[in-house]
T-cell receptor, first 113, second 114 residues
Framework: GDSVTQMEGPVTLSEEAFLTINCTYTATGYPSLFWYVQYPGEGLQLLLKATKADDKGSNKGFEATYRKETTSFHLEKGSVQVSDSAVYFCALSVRGSARQLTFGSGTQLTVLP | DAGVTQSPTHLIKTRGQQVTLRCSPKSGHDTVSWYQQALGQGPQFIFQYYEEEERQRGNFPDRFSGHQFPNYSSELNVNALLLGDSALYLC?????????????FGEGSWLTVV
């Protein structure tokens, strides 16, 4: 079945550090890929997405590139801020699956001032 | 423009009881899905409703059931609660046929089973 594997957390960085959160996937079809963010006490918010190979999703300084050859969708940000502290989830959905999302287990990011 | 709204925000139930959680989708959306998020885990798909029918179901027992109303709002019912049902229950909505895959989530209902 479909699955998403995320880099184990938690991750602690200093403000302005470079962030990478690894994500790899297994899918029976041709998936769309997503990063969601969950701030403390809140629901999930879509951060960015990519729907085909070599697409780059970007938002709020975060980027991720859909790499079909390595089945990966790593999240990066050049300079993190304290306000980026949250849990980040990688997810996929496959056409024909009613667009249900399959999530990874999440990566807790803490950014220290 | 109201987003996805869920109620109640928090609730505590006793093992063996039944619970009903409610969701109003984002304005203009007609498809509602429910997810269970256990502490420290990613959300797990429970089921999806469209046109008042269950369209797809994840790997959850029949104790989990749902309903969608003509105004597209939805309920999640869980019978014979177990301690392991304690989790954050998330509702998500989308517009059927939206090829952009834009799915919006509510803030969730925290269920504690004691």
């Amino acid at each position: 079945g479909d699955s998403v594997t995320q880099m184990e957390g938690p991750v602690t960085l200093s403000e302005e550090a470079f962030l990478t959160i690894n994500c790899t996937y297994t899918a029976t079809g041709y998936p769309s890929l997503f990063w969601y963010v969950q701030y403390p006490g809140e629901g999930l918010q879509l951060l960015l997405k990519a729907t085909k190979a070599d697409d780059k999703g970007s938002n709020k300084g975060f980027e991720a590139t859909y790499r079909k050859e390595t089945t990966s969708f790593h999240l990066e940000k050049g300079s993190v801020q304290v306000s980026d502290s949250a849990v980040y989830f990688c997810a996929l959905s496959v056409r024909g699956s009613a667009r249900q999302l399959t999530f990874g287990s999440g990566t807790q990011l803490t950014v220290l001032p | 423009d109201a987003g996805v709204t869920q109620s109640p925000t928090h609730l505590i139930k006793t093992r063996g009881q039944q619970v009903t959680l409610r969701c109003s989708p984002k304005s203009g959306h007609d498809t509602v899905s429910w997810y269970q998020q256990a502490l420290g885990q990613g959300p797990q798909f429970i089921f999806q409703y469209y046109e008042e029918e269950e369209r797809q179901r994840g790997n959850f027992p029949d104790r989990f059931s749902g309903h969608q109303f003509p105004n597209y709002s939805s309920e999640l019912n869980v019978n014979a609660l177990l301690l392991g049902d304690s989790a954050l229950y998330l509702c998500a909505s989308k517009l059927q046929g939206d090829s952009g895959n834009t799915i919006y989530f509510g803030e969730g209902s925290w269920l504690t089973v004691v």
